[in-house]
């Protein structure tokens, strides 16, 4: 771990992001008291397509005509009929 103060973090930021990409933990101080860090960003790990696949059910009358109609009348319906 190395720890700047934060003009010689404005004055070397790019060596300060080479560290962090070798996974070095660089935190940066103020007065010398911590305020920030940085670190080696990572992307968010997606899920592959398919992978809900067999594990979310859903009802078997999803599809039918008085569902339908009643999302249909949800979209619709004017508010201020329903709030009166």
């Not at 771990?1 to 973090?9: F, K, R, S, T």
């Amino acid at each position: 771990m190395m720890q700047v103060n934060i003009l010689e973090a404005k004055n070397s930021l790019s060596s300060l992001i080479v560290a962090a990409e070798r996974d070095e933990e660089v935190i940066i101080a103020r007065n010398g008291k911590p305020v920030a860090r940085i670190v080696k960003y990572e992307a968010p790990k997606v899920a592959a397509p398919g992978a809900w696949r067999g594990k979310a059910g859903y009802a078997a009358d999803w599809n039918s005509a008085g569902n339908n109609a009643e999302v249909e009348r949800l979209f619709t319906e004017d508010d201020d009929a329903s709030a009166a």
